[in-house]
């Protein structure tokens, strides 16, 4: 008797193609204000459920702010309240939700994110490995990468400038792991008197997830908060929104831009068959004129 095969590349060609929609909850985010901050990350995990999303990507350090001081004192746990909160919500919603949270542990505080299934459970923990100099003596250097096979496709998780194109051998990595979704919890900020008419923001991330997608035909999702820094190195600048969706075939959606643009943006979402396995990899990214890596 033939024992029936049963392995993440079959599950994966019986997923692909098909589409879930995604919610990219661009939301107000202020320094040292737990509470206020947690509660309309639940209430916006709410609404993309109620307009039929199943998945919910939240912005970067969402509980606290991007290297807000306060963090210091009013970081937790990835076992916490902070988790703990989103994961009722994600279990009410029965959605999964991608979070940027400020993690606790030990001596040490990361700048973290998870990703929550509809049971509410953690189905993966990231820690961001490129963060900018001026965040040092805050967050600690993350130390893990990882991917999680859903009934949605793998998803895979980063943070921000883990996406940087300085440092987008983390996402090749995601990739090869064989990530067909990279959802990124971000918190872009511009100087205060960025005039987004004469200086449209965002083409970096536009660069960088574009050659991830042309690559592996993964599809990158970065989802921003927005506000003032009221504290920390950056004080006196704003995260704009401007979240973006990248897929193989182009941009899927984009936020608006402004320190008080919140908004949710659904996006449909059509995972793609990796391009190959292990060392075949290679011969698909030669093949699509990158070699190296």
């Known amino acids: 008797m033939e024992v029936a095969k049963d392995t993440l590349l079959e599950r994966q060609i019986a997923m692909s193609e098909r589409s879930f929609q995604l919610g990219m909850a661009q939301i107000l985010v202020e320094g040292g204000r737990p509470k206020a901050n947690l509660d309309r990350a639940v209430q916006a995990i ?3 459920a109620d307009q039929g999303c199943r998945v919910v990507v939240l912005p970067e350090c969402l509980d606290l702010g991007w290297t807000d001081p306060s963090a210091r004192e009013l970081a937790q746990p990835v076992s916490g309240p902070h988790v703990d909160l989103l994961g009722n919500a994600a279990r009410e919603s029965k959605v999964f939700v991608a979070a940027g949270l400020v993690e606790r ?11 929550l299934g509809p049971s509410g459970d953690i189905l993966l923990h990231h820690r961001k490995i490129n963060e900018l100099d001026i965040a040092h003596d805050l967050y600690a250097i993350g130390d893990r990468l990882g991917v999680v096979e859903t009934e949605l496709g793998t998803l895979g998780l ?5 996406n ?12 090869r792991m064989g990530a067909q979704v990279i959802l990124s ?3 872009w900020a511009v100087d205060a008197d960025r005039d987004h008419v004469r200086e449209p923001y965002g083409k970096l991330w536009l660069d960088s997830y574009s050659e991830l997608a042309r690559l592996f035909d993964v599809t990158v999702i970065g989802v921003s908060s927005v506000g003032w ?5 950056w004080k006196g600048r704003k995260c704009i ?16 831009f402004g ?9 449909d979402v059509t995972p793609r068959l990796p391009i190959g396995r292990g060392t075949k990899i290679a011969e698909a990214l030669q093949a699509r004129g990158r070699s190296g890596c």
Request: charged share 10%.
């Open 241 to 256: 929104g401007c979240s973006l969706a990248v897929g193989p075939d182009g941009v899927l959606a984009k936020g608006p």
């Open 158 to 162: 980063a943070i921000c400038a883990d």
């Open 259 to 267: 320190e008080v643009a919140e908004a949710l943006i659904c996006v």
């Open 185 to 187: 919890p971000s918190a």
């Open 229 to 233: 820094l009221t504290s920390g190195p």
């Open 105 to 115: 542990a030990g001596s040490r505080l990361f700048n973290s994110a998870v990703l």
């Open 46 to 48: 709410r609404k993309a």
């Open 164 to 175: 940087f194109p300085t440092s987008l051998s983390i996402g090749h990595v995601l990739a």
